[in-house]
């Protein structure tokens, strides 16, 4: 059976979800979707805490599927704008555990985790595939891809 390791770059998921189709990500048909058939080595979710109930329930939901959830402190800095990507995490991660599986899952629109994928197929040899909002993913990173998985239709919530 396929091993798999899950990262989830949760910040970007949720706004491209939002931006382009109004909806939420449904993070148990993500699961289900990216482990169907296979065995799961590692499964990650990053995430920026800004301390609410309604946040804490979320990450136990996330955490209730399967994953572990990583935070990292949302920061507001003094001229309004804020910070709290974890791209430098994620992709520690993804050189640390990429040994540890035949593919990576990669949840991320970002065009900086292409390099990553590169990087992961050429060290690693192991297939990468990108779960990403069609319209807000960025080309460099869908043809980095091994894969790329469009996030719409049943891989949302609620209804369009």
Request: proline share 1%; net charge negative.
């Given at each position: 059976m396929q091993t798999v390791l899950i990262l989830l770059?949760?910040?970007?998921?949720?706004?491209t979800s939002r931006q382009a189709h109004?909806?939420?990500?449904?993070?148990?048909?993500?699961?289900?979707?990216?482990?169907?058939?296979?065995?799961?080595s590692?499964?990650?979710?990053?995430?920026?805490?800004?301390?609410?109930e309604k946040q804490r329930q979320f990450q136990n939901i996330l955490r209730a599927i399967g994953f572990e959830v990583?935070?990292?402190?949302?920061?507001?800095?003094?001229?309004?704008s804020a910070k709290g990507d974890w791209?430098?995490?994620i992709?520690?991660?993804?050189?640390?555990?990429?040994g540890e599986a035949d593919l990576v899952v990669l949840a991320s629109?970002?065009?900086?985790?292409?390099?990553?994928?590169?990087?992961?197929?050429?060290k690693f040899g192991v297939e990468v595939e990108v779960f990403g909002v069609p319209a807000l993913t960025a080309d460099a990173l869908i043809r980095s891809a091994s894969r790329f998985i469009p996030?719409?239709?049943?891989?949302?919530?609620g209804q369009a």
């Open positions: 770059d949760v910040q970007n998921l949720y706004y109004r909806r939420n990500v449904d993070y148990n048909a993500l699961w289900a979707r990216a482990t169907k058939g296979r065995q799961v590692r499964a990650i979710a990053y995430a920026v805490d800004r301390g609410d990583k935070l990292k402190p949302f920061i507001q800095r003094a001229d309004g791209d430098v995490g992709t520690l991660d993804a050189i640390e555990h990429a629109g970002d065009g900086d985790f292409a390099l990553l994928v590169d990087k992961l197929h050429d996030i719409e239709g049943g891989l949302l919530l």
